[in-house]
């Protein structure tokens, strides 16, 4: 069986892009790969969070990807700094990775532009440490988006020189994984474009209902279609976009039909679209707040998940060591 590894960011709550767009098809792979996830808060570091933001944090992403459905007892879900291993892979990794290549990479170049105060030697490494996350466990598919492909080519690309180096075949060299026709892009409600965390459009899957509504309700619209059957100006076509991902058919069905003969009102086919997205997130809003709240699990997970992937990680870098040439005496 294949195995698949995701790196979750340990900032920012799901939005319903990040649902549908990963998390969702996450759900579905765990049983179809050996799965790993893991919270990714070593690289969290490179942004000098404050402690206590920190623990919250990963507290708040743990609890919404169990809310989500991956499940601990079928996929491997850790936190990245409960596996000493992988630093001490990254530390291994460092000594063939050269600055020139690590100072050309765009997500650094772009975190030197956003961060010029705190331009530290983690940001610089933090492909070195993402290639360590995935050929510690020896993944074959990567699921990245867009502005990870860069980081993931470098994982390949340092993987492929360790073989090189000490003429093994040790690591398999990572694919991304490509979700095929699963891939959705959920737009935003601001009339174009998609929804994202930096894009400050998010529906958040831990929004409370009057929150939901109140976004909704601010969507940008037109003035209404001129002519029946007319083909939805990009704003419209967002707002039946979402509809079709969270409400029955009869009622996308309804305001289609309206939207042809000229009849629609936005606003009647908002308050539908907010209550189906209320009817949808409500039931994970819930799941996260109880997960949340519940130390006593949380502790079982974390600590079985580190468990079951310092296994695989503690075999990586005993077999590493022995190529690298550490003999015991
Ligand atoms: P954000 O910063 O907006 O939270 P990320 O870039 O951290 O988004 O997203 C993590 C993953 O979530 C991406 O790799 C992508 O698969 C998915 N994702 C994010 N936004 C969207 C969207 N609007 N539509 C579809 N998928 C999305
Ligand atoms: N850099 C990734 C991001 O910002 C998170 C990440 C860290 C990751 N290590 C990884 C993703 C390994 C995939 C594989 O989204």
């Given at each position: 069986m294949e195995t698949v590894l995701s790196g979750i960011r340990s900032t920012g709550n799901l939005h319903l892009g990040n649902y549908f767009g990963a998390v969702r098809n996450f759900v579905k792979m765990q049983h179809e790969y050996n799965c790993y996830f893991f919270i990714a808060d070593i690289h969290s570091l490179t942004t000098h969070p404050k402690p206590d933001n920190l623990h919250e944090n990963i507290k708040k992403v743990l609890s919404e990807y169990l809310a989500c459905g991956i499940d601990p007892d079928i996929a491997t879900i850790y936190?990245?700094?409960?596996?000493?291993e992988i630093p001490q892979l990254y530390l291994l990794l460092n000594m063939n990775a050269y600055i020139g290549e690590l100072e050309r990479t765009t997500t650094f170049k772009e975190k030197v532009r956003k961060q010029p105060e705190n331009v530290n030697a983690g940001l610089l490494t933090y492909p070195v440490l993402m290639c360590a996350d995935i050929i510690?466990?020896?993944?074959?598919?990567v699921p990245v988006g867009k502005d990870q492909e860069q980081n993931l080519e470098m994982a390949r690309k340092f993987a492929r020189r360790f073989n090189h180096i000490y003429g093994v075949e040790y690591f398999t060299l990572p694919e991304p994984f490509n979700f095929g026709s699963d891939l959705v892009k959920v737009p935003g409600?601001?009339?174009?474009g998609k929804m994202g965390k930096s894009e400050g459009n998010g529906i958040y899957l831990i929004d409370d209902p009057k929150v939901i509504r109140k976004k909704v309700m601010q969507a940008v619209t037109d003035?209404?279609?001129?002519?029946?059957n007319s083909i939805k100006p990009e704003p419209i076509q967002n707002l039946f976009y979402l509809m079709e991902l969270v409400s029955e058919e009869n009622t996308i069905r309804h305001f289609d039909d309206l939207y042809n003969n000229c009849t629609i009102r936005y606003g009647d086919l908002k308050k539908q679209l907010a209550e189906d997205i209320v009817k949808f997130t409500t039931p994970y809003r819930e799941r996260i707040l109880d997960i949340y709240n519940d130390d006593a699990y949380l502790r079982r997970v974390v600590s079985q998940g580190a468990e079951k992937a310092r296994q695989s990680a503690s075999k990586t870098l005993r077999e590493v060591r022995e190529i690298i040439g550490y003999r015991s005496f």
């Open positions: 936190i990245q700094s409960d596996v000493p510690i466990h020896n993944a074959d598919k409600l601001d009339g174009a003035a209404g279609p001129e002519k029946p």
